[in-house]
């Protein structure tokens, strides 16, 4: 009988050891949504820009860089985030937006996690420096 249980307590074991959960999923930054761009790299955007990045559902991505819009790919696990920005209108802007554009089209490859902190989605570098700091479009 000893033997018996000792057999059924093992199997048991074993079957919950194959059901590994994926804790990355599970700690996965809720990015669907609009946020508005706050701050590139440290610098905070010109008052009332346009800047914004949409997430969508399948790793979709779109927005406005301040000038012109934007369409790429997104992959997140867990907290790892990795923007992949394909391509986006070419109409001209003021100086002041473009330059703004181009640091934000420059930050988006620099991207590798999220942090979500009291309402501000911070995208981080692989070194943990802030590159891009959001908030939700409500």
């Known amino acids: 009988m000893l033997k018996q249980t000792f057999i ?3 199997l048991l074991l074993g079957l919950t050891a194959c059901q590994g ?3 990355t999923k599970n700690n996965a930054i809720p990015l669907q949504g609009s946020w508005r761009i706050e701050a590139i790299q440290g610098q ?5 820009s346009p800047a914004q990045i949409t997430f969508e559902a399948e790793g979709k991505l779109h927005g406005n860089n301040s000038c012109n819009n934007f369409f790429g ?9 990795k923007l992949m920005p394909a391509g986006s209108t070419m109409k ?11 640091k934000v089209m420059q930050a988006m490859p620099l991207v590798a996690k999220a942090k979500l902190a009291e309402g501000r989605l ?8 802030p590159v891009l700091i ?4 409500k």
């Open 8 to 10: 059924v307590s093992a």
């Open 21 to 23: 959960s994926d804790i």
């Open 44 to 48: 905070p955007v010109i008052d009332y």
């Open 73 to 81: 790919q997104y992959i997140q696990q867990g907290q790892e985030l």
């Open 92 to 102: 001209a802007c003021v100086d002041a937006l473009m330059q703004q554009e181009h």
């Open 122 to 129: 911070t995208l981080l570098s692989s070194d943990n420096k």
């Open 134 to 137: 959001l908030s939700q479009v």
